[in-house]
Nanobody, 116 residues
Framework: QVQLVESGGGLVQAGGSLRLSCTASGSIFSINAMGWKRQVLGKQRELVAVITDGGITNYADSVKGRFAISRDSAKNTVYLQMNSLKPEDSAVYYC??????????WGQGTQVTVSS
């Protein structure tokens, strides 16, 4: 089993920045990618950014150039640096991990609110 613990959400004004962190514990050797998805009430969860164990990244078009995903393997932690935040970035952000042989694991979610 893998446990994911997120931190770093909060309230920020439009144009501001936040950094989310997600630390994995447990059977981390089996992780092949980690990333962030976000969800607004009543809508489907959508990909924000993902980084593979090989360091390949992928971003939603809506956040390209503003968000950056990175990882610290020594700390088993993935970060999402969010700059130039917009009100439409407001959502619950979920950290997730994917595996080669089973379904994904999810964090508890952290609220990001961007005021206009």
């Amino acid at each position: 089993q893998v446990q994911l613990v997120e931190s770093g959400g909060g309230l920020v004004q439009a144009g501001g920045s936040l950094r989310l962190s997600c630390t994995a514990s447990g059977s981390i050797f089996s992780i092949n990618a980690m990333g962030w998805k976000r969800q607004v009430l009543g809508k489907q969860r959508e990909l924000v950014a993902v980084i593979t164990d090989g360091g390949i990244t992928n971003y939603a078009d809506s956040v390209k150039g503003r968000f950056a995903i990175s990882r610290d393997s020594a700390k088993n932690t993935v970060y999402l640096q969010m700059n130039s935040l917009k009100p439409e970035d407001s959502a619950v952000y979920y950290c997730y991990a994917t595996f080669r042989s089973r379904g994904p694991s999810w964090g508890q979610g952290t609220q990001v609110t961007v005021s206009s």
